[in-house]
């Protein structure tokens, strides 16, 4: 038996290595220039996420959210640090503050047009999160915690969770907002819209996290 099984498994890799793919045949497509075509926008990479596998995106944003859900559990029952460790120096703050505030233009401009150029909401989210962790090194974290509530982050987070849902359901539905003309700023249907609300969602759910380890661990 296993020398069928052997067999089997020559002939299967001699067919992979000679046998011509029947996907490719005809090749003058190019899958690029197709995603650019269907989404309506020049960043094809977006285009896929938000469009062609958006199925793939929500549960990537729904474990990102019971992640974060994850560190609040787990740390809940634990004892507040005494000590939490910041840069004292005033060149390292300083330094600190001025990359989060290129990392929050970053942040802004990767939300907006993240479609048109490389980037999009979770890197946008991902800048966000890095801006909100450099000024938390460099801040009480009574006063972090202050702003957190005032603003209400947390009621944020949720929603931009839920309509990005909705919005993306509507999607997979195949209702679509006009795609606009390609390589303008309102462009790509319901792509932008998507990308802000990812953006707003990874940035705000680092943003409690941070919160979280400063209070139980005391550093990031």
């Not at 989210?125 to 460099?138: E, H, P, S």
């Not at 509530?149 to 209702?175: C, H, Q």
Request: glycine share 10%; hydrophobic share 55%.
């Amino acid at each position: 038996m296993k020398w069928l099984y052997l067999v089997a498994g020559i002939i299967f890799l001699v067919k992979m290595l000679v046998m011509q793919d029947p996907t490719f045949e005809g090749g003058e497509i190019s899958i690029v220039e197709s995603v650019v075509a269907d989404s309506g926008i020049p960043n094809a990479v977006s285009g896929i996420i938000f469009r062609n596998r958006i199925y793939d995106t929500i549960f990537e944003v729904v474990v990102f959210t019971i992640a974060i859900m994850g560190a609040k559990f787990l740390l809940a029952n634990e004892q507040p640090s005494a000590i939490v460790c910041q840069f004292t120096d005033q060149p390292s703050i300083v330094l600190a503050r001025l990359g989060a505030t290129i990392s929050a233009l970053v942040c802004i401009e990767l939300a907006i047009r993240g479609h048109l150029s490389p980037g999009g909401g979770f890197a946008a989210g991902v800048a966000g999160g890095t801006a909100i962790g450099l000024i938390a090194i460099t801040s009480p974290s009574e006063r972090m915690e202050e702003i957190y509530e005032r603003w209400r982050a947390s009621t944020w987070e949720k929603i931009s969770v839920l309509v990005f849902i909705v919005l993306a359901a509507i999607t997979l539905v195949g209702l679509q907002l006009p795609q606009g003309e390609l390589g303008t700023l309102l462009s790509g249907g319901m792509i932008p819209v998507l990308n802000i609300l990812v953006a707003l969602k990874v940035a705000l759910g680092s943003w409690a996290v941070i919160l979280v380890f400063i209070r139980y661990r005391g550093l990031l």
